[in-house]
């Protein structure tokens, strides 16, 4: 295979390239956005693919630039990821500079043309009009199955069979008319900015925590666990967070979560660094305990690929010990995740790539009349059941948001 890269001159929204029918990975305005398939990879063929991507005219894009990978990890370990080769790709990165990529299966279809064409589409994009729809909005997991799998974790816990099990459920949204997904990404992007916002393959979402990225030599990770709502007064919103710092109950779920991410990623690093004491990450509905960790890569260094399925899913998502907690869930809670709890991101063809955690997320039907969307909070030996409800409540927030506009 063979692509073709340029500068692009100007301004361009990312949003207004993938639209609603492309694929996002971006946050605060830097990542990629594309548009058409020129192959479509099984994990297993990733290797090949990006060492059979070659530049048609000798031109190497700089780094964060070029042909891109846009990929979705599954929760389950067992399950294949899947990826996608765009045929025009936008990248931005943190300086505002941007390129276009095309790629193709001949290197003959590179002409000047097809570049001005693909460049011209890429900015054509145009935010969408306002439109009305009407919504239902019902529970996939009946409420009591879903108490009584929390029930179940933490007596498991306090029997001393796990440290954490994460239990979620998932929700359905009907609506009488096809929803528009751009619009959802630009609501997306007005209230979670911040967060990683994705569009792939009907994947649609804005995940604040950042499962691990790498960029040459550096490994970056910054896990999120133990929660509380914000209510959009300071002051109560302050209160709040001082409670989550002090809760005994969230700091022990988050330092589950630190300790499997540092002990996974250190056998890589040449060093690891991370934050002495956890912080308070705020999004739009919720504030989080969070703690940045970061790292120099060992040699020989390894693809994010790589480490993306060495830590996935945490202990964020699934639980502690790992394999034990997975089991759990796949045995327990009363739905199958398919993509919720695993990662999404982009890899490029050094390696390097940004995967987040696959949360406040939906999945929109083919005709674009149906949502699911998930929530789910770290289960421990302190979990209230109504607590846990009442939290995955406040987390269902980030995408109903964005998705119920009557």
Not at 194 to 206: E, V
Not at 310 to 330: E, N, V, Y
Request: negative net charge; charged residues 20%; aromatic residues 6%.
């Amino acid at each position: 295979m063979f692509f073709r890269s340029r500068p692009l001159d100007g301004q361009v929204d990312l949003n207004n390239v993938c639209r609603g029918d492309g694929l996002l990975f971006v946050r605060d305005g830097v990542g990629a956005a594309g548009r058409g398939v020129t192959a479509t990879v099984d994990e297993s063929r990733l290797a090949e693919v990006l060492g059979d991507l070659n530049p048609a005219d000798g031109t190497v894009p700089p780094p964060g630039h070029g042909p891109l990978l846009f990929g979705v990890v599954p929760f389950l370990p067992s399950r294949a990821a899947t990826f996608t080769l765009p045929r025009v790709v936008v990248t931005k990165d943190t300086e505002g500079n941007a390129w276009v990529t095309l790629t193709s299966d001949h290197e003959a279809d590179l002409t000047d043309a097809a570049m001005d064409s693909a460049v011209a589409d890429a900015v054509s994009g145009t935010a969408p009009g306002a439109t009305s729809n009407s919504f239902r909005v019902e529970p996939l997991t009946p409420v009591d199955e879903y108490l009584g799998a929390v029930v179940a974790a933490r007596d498991a816990v306090r029997a001393g069979r796990l440290l954490k099990a994460v239990i979620a459920r998932d929700i359905a949204v009907t609506a009488s008319e096809p929803m528009d997904v751009h619009a959802v990404l630009l609501r997306l992007r007005a209230s979670f900015g911040s967060s990683y916002r994705f569009c792939i393959d009907g994947l649609i979402g804005a995940s604040p925590e950042l499962l691990v990225q790498v960029e040459g030599r550096t490994v970056r990770s910054h896990p999120l666990a133990g929660t509380a709502p914000r209510t959009g007064d300071p002051a109560t919103d302050a209160r709040l967070a001082a409670q989550l710092v002090a809760s005994t109950k969230n700091q022990v779920e988050h330092r589950v979560v630190i300790d499997m991410v540092h002990d996974t990623l250190l056998p890589w690093c040449s060093y690891l660094d991370w934050e002495p004491e956890p912080s308070v990450v705020t999004v739009a509905n919720v504030q989080h305990l969070g703690t940045s960790v970061e790292g120099a890569l060992a040699e020989p260094r390894p693809s994010v690929m790589t480490l993306v399925r060495a830590l996935c899913p945490t202990p964020a998502l699934g639980g502690a010990p790992s394999a034990d907690a997975i089991d759990f869930i796949d045995s327990l809670e009363p739905m199958d995740r398919g993509n919720y709890g695993g990662a999404v991101g982009i890899l490029d063809t050094r390696g390097d790539g940004t995967f987040a955690v696959t949360i406040r997320c939906a999945e929109f039907s083919a005709d674009r009349r149906t949502a699911r969307l998930f929530a789910g909070g770290g289960i421990v030996a302190e979990s209230d059941p109504v607590a846990e409800l009442a939290e995955t409540q406040s987390k269902f927030q980030a995408m109903l948001s964005a998705v119920v506009r009557p």
